[in-house]
């Protein structure tokens, strides 16, 4: 509860110190910030937290194959609480496509932790489907600057975090981290929370719920291509593979590979 206070409080300040030199354009109402909340809790106490802790019993390949589920839960999400993302050919096999890309990619031997506790595992699966509800959710921000809806979210999770760790952690006993963690948690912070969330705002005002979804497909590609260029990890021919299922699935998804086959 600790890491997940860090990661949004760390976001939050990076992203509130710098709208202190620009005026905000949103007048802030109630409603708003209670949306934010809202938000909040279901983009990032929830999951964060979920994740974290099923992370202590899991591996990070087993878990990244769950969390490829969160663009199935939002289709399923979106066709029912939405009139304008319903279920349809494409979208249906273009994520079976891409979840069976992330698994090809991470490999089989990933499977191997299914043995492991089956709480951890739930646990994330629970974040998949809290994922799913804030990108339906997240759609009534489309009229906000991306910059303010995430500098609103962070500011209200880290405020609905800090009793939350307080009461799990006493994070005020806890010694101070290393550097190498240290500066982790600020790369996962500003890099990987502050700034991924205005992108993930801006898109999601204009291509929808699903599709911002689908960024979790590319979650695994980006991790295996990072390793190869900055650790020298070797490319196998089963990631090759599941790479281009996944883009092959997001082009499907997406519609246009059909409209050039048409054409």
Request: glycine share 10%; with cysteine; net charge positive.
């Amino acid at each position: 509860m600790t890491l997940v206070l860090a990661r949004v409080g760390i976001a939050a300040i990076a992203l509130n110190g710098f709208l202190l030199f620009f005026a905000s354009k949103i007048t802030h109402s109630k409603s708003l910030w209670l949306g934010f909340a809202g938000m909040g809790i279901l983009n990032n106490i929830i999951p964060f937290g979920l994740i974290f802790y099923g992370q202590l019993e899991i591996g990070a390949g087993l878990a990244a194959i769950i969390n490829a589920m969160t663009p199935i839960w939002t289709l399923l999400i979106a066709h029912w609480t939405t009139g304008d993302e319903k279920l349809s050919r494409n979208k249906i096999i273009g994520i079976v496509l891409g979840f069976a890309g992330v698994a090809l990619l991470i490999g089989v031997d990933a499977l191997t932790g299914l043995q492991s506790s089956l709480i951890a595992q739930l646990a994330v699966l629970g974040a998949t489907i809290s994922y799913g509800c804030a990108s339906v959710f997240g759609r009534r921000f489309y009229q906000v600057p991306a910059i303010e809806t995430a500098r609103g979210q962070l500011t209200m999770s880290t405020l609905l975090m800090i009793p939350i760790a307080a009461y799990a952690d006493r994070f005020w006993t806890l010694p101070f981290p290393s550097p190498p963690v240290f500066w982790s948690i600020l790369g996962l912070a500003v890099i990987c929370t502050a700034f991924a969330y205005i992108l993930f705002f801006r898109i999601l005002a204009r291509a929808g719920a699903v599709n911002i979804a689908l960024v979790t497909f590319l979650v695994p590609i980006s991790a295996v291509l990072l390793g190869n260029w900055v650790l020298g990890e070797v490319l196998t021919p089963n990631q090759l593979a599941g790479m281009g299922l996944i883009l092959f699935g997001l082009l499907v998804v997406d519609g246009r590979l059909f409209t050039w086959a048409r054409r």
